[in-house]
């Protein structure tokens, strides 16, 4: 009977593996489109790309940059403009345009969103953020948590990737983990 018990439970185990490595595959798979989709920003200080998927359907993308009719410069005397957008913030603003729903949606972007991006979020009815680094902060992710949003970090250690889902217990301990990591790196 106990035997019988242990291999149930490791066959349930084993089925929560594949599901789990299945959504991390498709997962890493959007978020490289998000990294090529960030190529079609022309801000030259940092290219971000965002998409958005519902129902296994890419209902909206963006990248950062100006406004729609401004001219294509994100930058002014080597620094960022003020009324550049934020990859996610256009993501969501374009969804809002069109028939499309954010509402239960799941926003890849290439970095960590920022406190401002991740008020959008949480007012759009995104249900889950998978990002692929940090950007500086870890204050939006943090925001994200406490809304009881689903964040996952998926990042790339040791040749593979990896896939942490974060909350307001873990965020601290594991942003500290990725910095040191990467500044064994950059050595
Ligand atoms: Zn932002």
Known sequence: M??????????KHRLMDTREQKQMLLDSRYLRMTQIWAENSYCRRRQVGALLVKDKMIISDGYNGTPAGFENVCEEDDHTK?????????AITKVARSNNSSDGATLYIT???CMECSKLIIQAGIARVVFGEYYRMHDGVDLLCRAGIEVVHLWHRDGEYRSITLTSENSERHYQTVEKYLATQSQ
């Open 2 to 11: 106990q035997e019988k018990k242990t291999l149930i439970l490791q066959i």
């Open 82 to 90: 003020p009324y550049v957008l934020h990859a996610e913030a256009n």
């Open 111 to 113: 970095t960590s969103p």
